[in-house]
């Protein structure tokens, strides 16, 4: 089911592909506009934020990979989400190889709200093909990194005009979007049961 975005936010899909694979490859985060942006001014927002994740990622993204292209679902008033593409593409300046493309980071997404409901996931692909055991732990090194890249990319994020928080959407009969007060990355890498199509 498709999400519906209200007014006053929008879903970023952030996408990545790989050497030799078709298929654009998507993580997801939401953003709270500060205010309810104009479409351009949206659109300004949205490519800040997509710019501002490959500068921040593109370090830890293995040089088979490129970053981008990416698109975002906005609300829109009184009307059907309106679509943002963003057709920039930065290459991958991490490790010489990755696993396979089925694999990524896994990251928590946080709120102040409680259970299971108050907390989120993002698959980020593209994991090196180097410091994964055969467990698939993370050693600490390349662990620390991806941290310290998502959490700068939250910290910019905050920063871009017309934003105020990173958010969580809920699905069915839940409560509006809540703020992400943190992102974590686990220890061990995951399997995408899917792939994030647009």
């Known amino acids: 089911m498709t999400l519906v975005v209200q007014d006053g936010f929008a879903n970023l899909f952030l996408g990545y592909t790989l050497t030799g694979d078709p298929q654009t490859m998507y993580t997801a985060i939401g953003i709270d506009f500060d205010g309810d942006p104009t479409v351009g001014e949206g659109i300004t927002i949205i490519e800040e934020l997509v710019a501002g994740w490959h500068i921040n990622m593109k370090g830890v993204t293995p040089e088979p990979y490129t970053l981008g292209p990416s698109h975002a679902d906005m609300g829109v008033t009184d009307g059907p989400n309106g679509r943002v593409d963003v057709a920039l593409t930065t290459p991958g300046e991490g490790a010489s190889t990755a696993m396979p493309s089925n694999c990524s980071y896994l990251v928590t997404k946080s709120t102040t709200l409680g259970g299971r409901q108050g ?51 809920h699905s069915g009969e839940s409560p509006d979007p809540s703020t992400i007060v943190g992102l974590t990355v686990s220890n061990q890498i995951a399997t995408q049961r899917r792939r994030m199509r647009p």
Do not use: E, K, W
């Open 119 to 169: 907390r989120g996931r993002m698959y980020i692909p593209g994991v090196s093909g180097g410091g994964i055991d055969a467990n698939g732990v993370i050693n600490v090194g390349v662990l620390d990194a991806i941290q310290d890249a998502v959490v700068a990319f939250g910290s910019f994020a905050v920063t871009v005009t017309g934003v105020d928080t990173l958010c969580l959407f």
